[in-house]
Structure formats: structure tokens, C-alpha cells
């Protein structure tokens, strides 16, 4: 992290962004690399990576599964030394983690002992069947204890090649199938209703695997001379969701330009970008580069006064983390915004659907829900009012960062739940608002 900073100059009471911001590590990509590096046969340094709980949460399962993985510390490379996987003495916790249980869940499909997995009362509540459904057809065997969460347990099979035709456009889903694939040695491939962010293919693709991709369709053809043995390295560029926020405090500011840099750009995972260019903002991208096949750019962005869109079903797989804090910016738009086949937000660490809708009503604004559709009506009104987080990460940033709003007074239930993603978010915050 660099110079940064809103400041709130007194005369005229206007705030005023201005300097340079790192975002953190990618989350998504963090929990990749720890994952591939956990299964090669060699020592992997990791740079850049994301040192919050969810990641946190990763690495202590892998070394519950026999890796040697360094600590996680903020600023620090972390060394992993791959090995064979071995079966596990206690049940595996993910933590708030779906990433981590659902993509060790397809490593596990491919490894011939059992492993249990369990995670918070979060967690365990989020479904885990559209995923385990999937591995069982490809020949592991799968024990729950609930109807469709955790505690789950698999154990690894014969594996046969697989050809998934996926009702939903899930990284999640995709990248499990592809792990099981890549553990079992056999072929996948998974076609899309829309692109989800492709973290995955895009290392596998730096790795040296045979995947390709055409349209919505992703072909593994097979392990080949994987694992890897010879060193290597990698380096994981900044998180675009966590950049999302700082983008959005910078338009909520009153003038001046804020620099984001070292933000990865990947096309899956920057459709709130194009959201908000449609709704009017100024955003240039500088210093266009590539860092282990992800693209990754400086941002400039600076306050702006928004218009009403319509985010359509298509779009949504590319922005879906990002609809918190893009439903907060809606409510201080000139006109509606709607978000199209939001559904799936109903089923991430709380029901975010429902609680978008209701924490802005909360406040004064006009959000309501019809089937699975967001609608908000912006206004110039001051938002004031208690808001309600259920300890989810996404939905505290949003809202903490909606309070930066001219005139606006928010009381947060808590913000500790920011660390799940972004270790630091509140100083940051802090900084850049004078606060």
C-alpha cells in the first residue's frame, strides 16, 4: 500500500480524492495458486498473495493434508512445498470459505481415501450438491450429513472422463470438475450457459496443461506430464473486487482522481467496470501488462455522478461479488437501476438479495425485490439508518464505503467480517476519508 487518500478540506466542506492505492491480493487466484502448488512435486513461491481468512483457510487445509505451506503474512512471499496428498487425521475446516471446500472437494475426488470437511454455520448452510452431484457421476463416492451442505465426506474413485453441461455459470462448479480431472487423470470438459470468471483455465493454461477453450465450452484434455517437478514461481496480482470498493469511494467523492494500481483486469471479472462506465464513469485504465496469464492494469477513477441501467442475466456471472457495492451506488443514481436473474445471490455467505434490498430501505433509499430481480430507484436523499451485515464481508464494505455519501450517517451491526477478503479495509478507508 502506497500514498493514498480522500481529504475533506474545510472550506466548502468538499471531499477531495486524490493518490495511489494496492488493492490486495486476488482472492480467487490465491486460493488457485495454493491449490496447484499443493499439487505439484516441487518448491512453488507464491508473491502477492492474499492474506486474509478465506485464504488463511486454504492453506490450513492443505497442511492438514500433509504440504508444507508457509505462514500467510501481509507483504510476505509464501513457500509451498507440493507433495503427495495424504489422507487427513481430523475433519478438514474451511472456515466461511466456499471456494476452499468445493475446489479441495474435486482435488479429494481425484485422491483414494476419505476426507471429511466441514466449515462455520455460514458455510454449512451454503449448498454443496450441485457440486458433489457432479463428482459422484465422475466416480467418487460422497456422504452428507445434512440435505445439501456440509459436513460432507468424499473419497476418491476411479475416475472416468466427463463432459458436464452446467445449468449454472459457477467458477466454483467449473474449476472443481476441472481439479477432479487433473487429481484423477482423466478429461473434462464443462459447458457454460455464460463465462464465469476462468482464474482456473488461465493457470492451468501457465502451468503447461492441455486446456482449451472455445466460446462457453472449456476442454481439460488430461493431466499429461503433471505433476510439476522443477521449481517455480508465481505471482498473483490485486484483487478486482476489493478494487471495486476503493473505485467506488473514489466516485462518491466530491473532485480530484484516485490511482488504484497493480489491479488484475481479467475480462470475467471486471463486468462492474463496464457497469459503471454505462453508468457514467470516468474510469481509464493505464500501464496494461500480463503477470502469470492474468491481465493486470493501473486504474484512474474519480467522482462522477451516476446514471440508472439495466444489468442484464448475461452479465451478472462477471460482476456477481461486485452487486453489493453497485446496488449502493445505484441508490445515489439519477433513475433506476435494475439488476436481472440475481437469484444466486441468495445463497452466498448470507442472503445478500434480501439484504441489499432491506439494509437500503433501512436507510432511506427505494430497493425491492421481484422474483429474482433487484430493483433501485436513486435519489438525492441522505442516507441515514442502522445497517445489518449477517458477518458478510462483501455486504460490510459496500456499506461502509456508502457512508462515505454526502451527508450520509450509517451504523454498520459490525466490520470485522471485511478481514474475511480484504485484511485492512477499515485503515484503508480511514486514510483515504480522513477518517
Known amino acids: 500500500m502506497a500514498r493514498i487518500g480522500f481529504r475533506l ?42 492474506t486474509a481468512h478465506d485464504a488463511k483457510s486454504t492453506a490450513r487445509v492443505l497442511r492438514q493434508l500433509g504440504v508444507g505451506v508457509g505462514p500467510l503474512r501481509r507483504g510476505q512471499g509464501v513457500e509451498v512445498c507440493g507433495r503427495a496428498w495424504r489422507r487427513p487425521k481430523g475433519t478438514l475446516n474451511c472456515g466461511n470459505s466456499g471456494t476452499t471446500v468445493r475446489l479441495v472437494l474435486g482435488c479429494s475426488a481425484g485422491h483414494r481415501f476419505e476426507t471429511r470437511l466441514t466449515g462455520d454455520a455460514s458455510l454449512r448452510r451454503r449448498p454443496m450438491r450441485r457440486v458433489t452431484e457432479l463428482l459422484v457421476e465422475m466416480g467418487a463416492e460422497v456422504k452428507g450429513e445434512g440435505e445439501d451442505g456440509l459436513p460432507i465426506s468424499i473419497r476418491g474413485g476411479s475416475l472416468t472422463p466427463y463432459r458436464c453441461e452446467s445449468p449454472v455459470a459457477s467458477a466454483q462448479l467449473k474449476s472443481a470438475l476441472l481439479l477432479a480431472g487433473l487429481t484423477g487423470g482423466v478429461a473434462v470438459t464443462v459447458c457454460e450457459p455464460a463465462r464465469s470468471r476462468d482464474h482456473t483455465e488461465r493457470l492451468f493454461r501457465y502451468l503447461g496443461l492441455d486446456i482449451h477453450v472455445e466460446g462457453n465450452e472449456i476442454e481439460f484434455r488430461g493431466p499429461g506430464d503433471w505433476p510439476i517437478t522443477e521449481p517455480y514461481e508465481l505471482r498473483v496480482p490485486g484483487d478486482a473486487s476489493s478494487a471495486a470498493f476503493l473505485v467506488a469511494a473514489a466516485i462518491l467523492a466530491d473532485e480530484g482522481e484516485l490511482e488504484i494500481t497493480n489491479v488484475g483486469v481479467n475480462p470475467t471479472r471486471t463486468g462492474y467496470l463496464r457497469v459503471l462506465e454505462r453508468m457514467g464513469a470516468n474510469i481509464r485504465r493505464e500501464n496494461e501488462t500480463e503477470i502469470c496469464g492474468e491481465p493486470v492494469a493501473d486504474i484512474r477513477v474519480g467522482p462522477t455522478e451516476l446514471f440508472g441501467t439495466e444489468v442484464e442475466a448475461g452479465e451478472i456471472p462477471g460482476l456477481i461479488d461486485e452487486i453489493p457495492m453497485l446496488a449502493g451506488l445505484a441508490s445515489q443514481a439519477a433513475g433506476e437501476t435494475v439488476f436481472r436473474s440475481v437469484g444466486e445471490l441468495r445463497v452466498k455467505e448470507s442472503n445478500r438479495l434480501a439484504l441489499i434490498a432491506d439494509n437500503l430501505r433501512a436507510l432511506g433509499a427505494s430497493a425491492s425485490v421481484e422474483g429474482d430481480d433487484l430493483y433501485i430507484m436513486g435519489s438525492d436523499a441522505r442516507l441515514r439508518g442502522r445497517v445489518e451485515t449477517a458477518r458478510d464481508h462483501r455486504l460490510a464494505m459496500a456499506f461502509t464505503v456508502l457512508g462515505t455519501a454526502e451527508g450520509a450517517e450509517i451504523e454498520l451491526s459490525e466490520t470485522g467480517s471485511a478481514g474475511v477478503s480484504y485484511p485492512g479495509f477499515l485503515e484503508d478507508l480511514r486514510m483515504v476519508t480522513g477518517g
Open 9 to 50: 478540506e474545510e472550506e466548502g466542506r468538499r471531499l477531495r480524492v486524490e493518490g495511489s492505492i494496492s488493492p490486495p491480493g486476488d482472492k480467487s487466484i490465491t486460493h488457485r495458486a495454493l491449490i496447484l502448488a499443493a499439487l505439484s512435486r516441487t518448491r512453488v513461491e507464491l508473491a502477492g498473495v492474499l
